[in-house]
């Protein structure tokens, strides 16, 4: 061990005794020789915060306060419901969601058709993923009506806890429990025979259903046999008369085109007569960018609300307004009754 090393030593020695790292490690290094690996410099000592450590323990979550759920994602599913007044298949169709309730719509198809195709030729499961909505298709039976219309024109199927009204009513109440869906906010729409089978639905239940939206159908109690329905669809069968009581008929839109050779657009203005709205309404008027000119009738009441919408839209046939042609009974040429319907719905949450 040579003198230069243990002077070296030495002074490191001395140099760390006194805080001084920087020039300790350069003692070392030289007296090794430089076979020492050049190190960084040390932090100056002032650069160091030493401070107590403690253990803090994690305050218990408020049990008052609710975490908010976690986001299911979208889904299509196929189901069965069944009472004691028989059984339909559905399609329902719920957005993405973060366990908040959602308003439903329920979508009636017309003759010929199925939940699927309606849905196609509707659009409305797209509208409904923009704006959170949950969509259910229930499904005409064939071996109840073969050609899957909704039987609208029978007497056994025209009121509240019996017949086709009742199997659909209980299968929106079994969603309602099951799929977090807000009561306030629950709506019924359908074409042709779906659209008459939604106004008996809002007149037999408006304690279920908060607004209704009728395409190209009729209203409640216009049939009671296959006789009368073609009568009552040719515009040929008188005004229904009936006296409802104020308050009771769900808001309602209405569309139909006035070339519609299937069901005459009398028949519109069948469904808010007999609604019992026969006040002044304000008219819309405008053309669509395919060149369809429309017209609206908006029925306000004594409180400024929208009560009912009427919409004709002009040289237009049996068909769903604005719809996609890849569905059956469809007019893309608009205006696009599903976007209307869905606002007309959501501005009206059952009181």
Known sequence: ??????????????????????????????ALGGTMATAPPAAAQDDVIDVEARVVDTPAA????????????????????????????????EPARDGRPLPLVVMLHGCTQDADDFARGTRMDALARAQGVVVLYPAQAQGANAQRCWN???????????????ILAGMVRELIATHDIDPARV?????????????????????????VGVHSGLPTGSATDVQSA???MGGGAPPVRRAPKAGTTPPTIVFHGDADTTVHV????????????????EVRRGTTAMGVAWSCRRYVDAQGVARAEEWTVHGAGHAWAGGDPGGSWTDPRGPDASAEMLRFFLAHPRA
């Not at 609208?152 to 009742?166: C, D, L, S």
């Open 266 to 281: 009398v028949n519109g203005e069948r469904v808010l007569h007999a609604a019992g709205l026969f006040a002044s309404p």
């Open 230 to 232: 073609f009568a009552a």
């Open 1 to 30: 061990m040579s003198a230069d090393f243990q002077r070296l030593m030495g002074e490191a020695a001395r140099l760390m005794r006194s805080g001084s790292l920087v020039e300790a490690t350069e003692a070392i290094q030289q």
């Open 152 to 166: 609208w024109f029978k007497h056994n199927h025209q009121g509240r806890g019996k017949g086709e009204p009742a």
């Open 62 to 93: 408020d049990p008052g306060v609710r975490a908010r759920p976690a986001v299911r994602p979208e889904s299509l599913a196929h189901g069965r419901f069944a009472n004691e007044c028989g059984a339909r298949d559905y399609r329902l169709f």
């Open 187 to 211: 709506y019924v729409a359908g074409l042709s025979a779906g659209g008459a089978m939604a106004a008996i639905l809002g007149d037999a239940y408006p304690d279920l259903f908060a607004a």
